[in-house]
């Protein structure tokens, strides 16, 4: 049997920058939070996100994806899910009140269970995260390799979704006006509306 040569990490941190890093239902949620709540309201969802999507990483390398995705209900079910809480999400941003100074808004942040909810639901992330773990080769024996492509895109899923939420929150001070802070939230919801029925029409 030929033995698989082990990689480099780099290629595999570059295509998961452009894969999993890319626009889509959680890492645009995640901007429209930093920029309606801000960054302190919103670490219970970032972690949430990080969560759940590190659960999905964990059934990509133990084979349980393609199970899951194998069964058509139990799919339907988790993108309905998501579906469902990512409008409700979209909702509650669109409808936020403005971020004015270190008063907090009267509008509830999202928690932490809705962020492991959509980073396990998410269709997104079964797809990309698949794409990118079946691309690279990091050690010869499928355990060690195993464990390092999880260590390294664990700490890819950190990176990415806490630079998405610092992207949101850094738009926060440009947003005390209350007329300009709607409309970027507005923007933004419309955005994750549109996230979501790509990813649930793929």
Do not use: E
């Not at 645009?28 to 999905?56: K, Q």
């Not at 690279?136 to 492509?149: E, F, S, T, V």
């Not at 990415?160 to 947003?175: D, F, N, Q």
Request: hydrophobic share 60%.
């Amino acid at each position: 049997m030929a033995t698989i040569r082990a990689q480099p990490v780099w290629p595999l941190v570059l295509t998961s920058l452009a894969i999993m890093g890319s626009p889509g239902p959680a890492t645009i949620s995640l901007t429209a939070a930093g920029s309606a709540y801000g960054v302190r309201r919103s670490i219970g969802y970032l972690l949430g996100i990080i969560a759940g999507t590190t659960v999905v990483l964990f059934a990509v390398a133990t084979g349980i994806t393609a199970t899951i995705l194998a069964l058509p209900a139990l799919r339907s079910v988790l993108i309905a899910a998501s579906a469902a809480y990512l409008l409700y999400l979209a909702y509650q941003i669109a409808t936020a009140p403005p971020l004015l100074g270190d008063a907090p808004a009267a509008a509830r942040a999202p928690s932490l269970a809705g962020g492991a909810l959509l980073g396990v639901a998410n269709p997104k992330a079964w797809v990309a995260i698949a794409a990118v773990y079946t691309s690279a080769h990091l050690a010869g024996r499928p355990l060690a390799d195993a464990a390092a492509k999880c260590a390294v895109l664990t700490a890819m899923i950190v990176l990415i979704s806490s630079t998405w939420l610092l992207v949101g929150a850094s738009l926060a001070p440009w947003l005390r006006h209350a007329g300009r802070a709607r409309l970027l939230n507005v923007a933004l919801a419309v955005a994750l509306v549109a996230a979501t029925i790509l990813a649930v029409v793929r």
